[in-house]
């Protein structure tokens, strides 16, 4: 649809819209790719912090997926760091219009300080969020089992939290049905042709 750098560059309010954020590197791009069957929706690339403004796609007239720049990318230039930072605070603040934010996490960390004060954030702003957590192949089982609970009690513990986390991986297809029904419910019904 659009990129927008500023706050006055962000589209009109219209459909339901549903952010991912995440750190840089997380898996944003992938997932929003995987999510849509398609590779070459959302760019990808394997540079941290290559998303530098807030990219809107349409979904067949139902919903906006909106791709956030990552954050935590500390090599950008600092000025660089503090528009998208204020972009980022400002859009989430306010599009009334924002149903929910996919807060990605890789699975391999799990949760981190700055994905702390994003939550942090979006509990503030009662902007409600999901956390999935991406890379999940990457992992031993029980290697899943200890994020997945850490993860749980943790996000228990929010008040804008969405109760349910998601596991996934865009490069295997895991958790993607999963996801994709929990965002079509946000999402404007389907009309008739």
């Not at 898996?27 to 912090?49: D, E, F, H, M, Q």
């Not at 204020?86 to 929910?100: Q, S, V």
């Not at 956390?131 to 804008?160: F, G, P, Y």
């Not at 596991?167 to 079509?184: D, N, Q, V, Y």
Request: proline share 6%.
């Amino acid at each position: 649809m659009r990129g927008a750098v500023d706050l006055e560059t962000l589209p009109p309010f219209g459909l339901p819209e549903l952010a991912f954020a995440g750190r840089s590197n997380v898996g944003k791009s992938s997932l929003i790719n995987a999510l849509c069957g398609r590779s070459t929706v959302a760019r990808t690339s394997n540079t941290p912090g290559r998303t530098q403004e807030l990219n809107f796609f349409d979904v067949n007239g139902r919903l906006i997926l909106v791709d956030m720049p990552g954050y935590g990318f500390a090599s950008a230039p600092k000025d660089k760091v503090d528009a998208w930072t204020r972009l980022i605070k400002g859009f989430l603040r306010g599009r009334p219009t924002l149903r929910r934010c996919i807060l990605l996490v890789d699975s391999r960390h799990g949760l981190k300080d700055n994905d702390r004060e994003m939550m942090d954030m979006l509990d503030k702003a009662a902007v409600v969020y999901q956390v999935v957590l991406t890379k999940i192949d990457k992992l031993n089982a029980a290697e899943v089992k200890a994020v997945q609970e850490r993860t749980q009690a943790e996000i228990s513990k929010r008040v804008a939290a969405y109760p349910t986390l998601i596991l996934t991986s865009s490069e295997k297809g895991i958790g993607i049905p999963e996801l994709r029904a929990e965002i079509l419910q946000l999402a404007n019904p389907e009309t008739a042709p």
